[in-house]
């Protein structure tokens, strides 16, 4: 069955798309979710401008996603947290953590499911890296010190 895409859907396609899909998948799961209509010219007409501003929200994502690679290359996030046994933290430095830091300083919300690190738990420097958008990261400097 042909369908015309009015959302976006992973592995399937964007707004505006007209699709082959099995009939069980488009009667129940598509159409009743209202991720799709019957591709009629009216509907195709209607949806080709919801798609004109898909293209446009596409291209705002990319360029916003590398202005804040651009500030988050280099960049360095410093940690205190206490120590024991020399260098090992009480606390690890998670995601979470990098993420807040980034929106702190610089004033933009970064999933912690874009960060990708395994949680640090000795004092020392570490790069991270975070992905911003498709094929769009940065890598920047995570410092953990010691605190009293």
């Not at 009743?32 to 949806?47: D, G, L, M």
């Not at 395994?118 to 890598?139: C, F, N, R």
Request: no cysteine; charged share 35%.
């Amino acid at each position: 069955m042909k369908v015309l895409l009015i959302k976006e859907v992973p592995n399937l396609g964007v707004p505006g798309d007209v699709v082959e899909v099995k009939d069980g998948y488009a009667r129940n799961y598509l159409l009743p979710k209202k991720f799709a209509v019957f591709p009629t010219p009216h509907n195709i007409e209607r949806f080709r401008k919801l798609r004109e501003q898909y293209e446009m929200e596409l291209a705002d994502r990319r360029t916003r996603a590398q202005a804040l690679a651009e500030k988050l290359r280099g960049a360095e996030l410093i940690f205190g947290r206490k120590v024991h046994d020399g260098d090992k933290l009480y606390a690890a430095v998670r995601p979470h953590d990098v993420a807040k830091q980034i929106e702190e300083k610089f004033g933009v919300k970064v999933e912690p499911s874009k960060i990708v690190m395994d949680p640090i738990e000795l004092l020392g420097e570490y790069d991270v890296q975070v992905k911003l958008y498709e094929d769009i990261s940065a890598t920047l400097k995570v410092k953990v010190e010691p605190i009293d």
